[in-house]
Each structure stands twice: as structure tokens, then as C-alpha cells.
């Protein structure tokens, strides 16, 4: 199978406190959305990247569960995960350091330890749960 490949963007101006940017989503989902340092350290509107790491982990993981009950022929009436992307200090930097799925699911025809036992297997098995042990390459340019 070839690679599915998908994009997002962020543009940036000016100092790490002061300064501003904005991402956006190939598919326009988001288109300019504003980011900066008041929004990810001090609650301000607008977003992060740890609340979007968050939202496509959840994603990721309600889709891939949704994948595994279907293999073990079952259907869930709902599925709500909420991911939560801890960013903490270390002696690295700043370093996200834990994520914390909490899923809530109706699943009709299973049981508590064969529920336990599929979500286990979507939690592993999750590309975005994958993501961080995958290589990472870069290609920089300086303009100007």
C-alpha cells in the first residue's frame, strides 16, 4: 500500500512571547488559526499544539477502535475519547511527557474484560500512538 500523505502548516512572526502564528489543515478544517505563547502557556483563545496532538490522538484512537470491534464483530453506538497532552518541564525543555486517554463507549454484545482487551489493542495499535517512535526527517531552508 502506498503512503496516504496529508499536510498542515504554521507560519510564525516575531519573538517566542510576543510574537504570533497561525496553523492550518490541508483540508481547511483549520485555515489560519491562531497560536502563539499566551495560547499555549497562559489559557488565552486560540490553540496549541498539544490540545491538537490531543484531538488527533482521540481521533486516531476512536477510529482505530472502531476498526478492532468490527474485526471481532461487534459495533459500538458511541465512542468518546478525550485525550489529555501533558507539557512539562524537564531537563530536556519543555517535553510532552504523558498522554492520558479517557474513553467512554457503548458497545452492545460485550463483555467488561473483552471491551478492556479491544480498547488495549486500539491503544497499541493507533498510528498516532505509533507516531513519536517514527523517524523524523527535515528539510531546511534558510530564505534570505
Not at 24 to 42: C, I, K, V, W
Not at 66 to 86: E, F, P, R
Not at 102 to 121: E, H, M, S, V
Amino acid at each position: 500500500m502506498s503512503s496516504i500523505i496529508k499536510h498542515g502548516s504554521a507560519h510564525w512572526e516575531g519573538p517566542i512571547k510576543t510574537g504570533k502564528g497561525t496553523v492550518s489543515t490541508q483540508s481547511g478544517a483549520l485555515d489560519q488559526q491562531p497560536y502563539g505563547f499566551n495560547t499555549r502557556f497562559e489559557g488565552q483563545p486560540g490553540t496549541n499544539p498539544e490540545e491538537l496532538l490531543g484531538a488527533a490522538h482521540a481521533a486516531c484512537f476512536s477510529m482505530a477502535l472502531s476498526l478492532i470491534l468490527g474485526d471481532a464483530g461487534l459495533t459500538a453506538t458511541t465512542i468518546d475519547t478525550q485525550a489529555d497532552v501533558s507539557l512539562s518541564k524537564t531537563e530536556a525543555g519543555f517535553t510532552i511527557t504523558s498522554i492520558a486517554l479517557t474513553l467512554k463507549a457503548r458497545i452492545p454484545d460485550t463483555t467488561q474484560q473483552q471491551f478492556l482487551a479491544l480498547a488495549n489493542k486500539a491503544k497499541e495499535g493507533c498510528p498516532v500512538s505509533r507516531l513519536f517512535r517514527a523517524p523524523i526527517t527535515l528539510d531546511a531552508t534558510l530564505l534570505g
